[in-house]
């Protein structure tokens, strides 16, 4: 595991994709891959129209529909290849002694990170796609998110580099080892940690906050811990809007209130509302 995979597509979000793969690949003293996947499913390689109605013996026009489809992707492997060269232009100029290579598949995006999975660190993907530019999130996010296990960081079309992260923690057992994932790396180090529990159990979750931030405070971390109440959702952006926090930290998938925010339709509402990058660990 080495790489900071940057996912990019052309879309708004591809400037904050690449300066959040530099801030991460700097912390870290990782090299960055700038990633390009064709979905295949909308640049086929080979167009199959044997059962279109209406053809009938005009091969000629089927001819012509296969030809154009063909030129169609291969225009837009080469746009492709141009948006990854000017993707490496830019890491370069922001910080010349990060290593960037590029990389372009015309496949499947979930397929393709799985297979880059082994040397990746880290995944950094913006908040809407190319082709979502009008929706609140790309189709991908929640698949990634659900198949991946290393980290990923969703930006919003615009990113700086941060100074203090809030840490969503529950308790649970997928909140503690995302906690021992930030301790033992260098990526949010020299950030202020909030440290903060949704919970209407006060005395239990000081408690718990107290455990947890001393394992951060063991790796040098400078940590804050509060207990909010109500919706959790709210609860935290209120936190985070209070104490001007400029990334959220959560553990995908725990076992309490959580995790019934991050299952189904809730991961969505939440990257959706989300004002700041959100780093999310398996």
Known sequence: MTNVIACIDGSKATLAVCNASVWAATQMAAPVTLLHVLDKSVYPTQLNLSGSIGLGTREHLLDEMVEIEGRRSKLALEQGKYMLEDAKTCVNKQQASVAVDTLQRHGDLIETLLEQEPNARLVVMGRQGEQHQDQPIGSHIESVIRTLKQPILVVMPEFTAPKRFIFAYDGSATAKKALARV????????????LVMVSDNQTQASA??????????????????????????????????????????????????????????NTTRMISKSKIPLLLLR
Do not use: W
């Not at 301790?183 to 909030?194: Q, R, V």
């Open 208 to 265: 718990e906050l107290a455990a947890a931030a001393d394992t951060l405070n063991g790796a040098d971390f400078t940590v804050s811990t509060a207990v909010c109440q109500g919706e959790v959702q709210a609860a935290l952006e209120a936190y985070q809007v209070e104490h001007s926090i400029d990334l959220m930290v959560m553990g995908a998938y725990g076992h309490s209130r959580i995790r019934e925010f991050f299952v189904g339709s």
């Open 183 to 194: 301790a033992a790396s260098p990526l949010l180090k020299g950030l202020a940690c909030h």
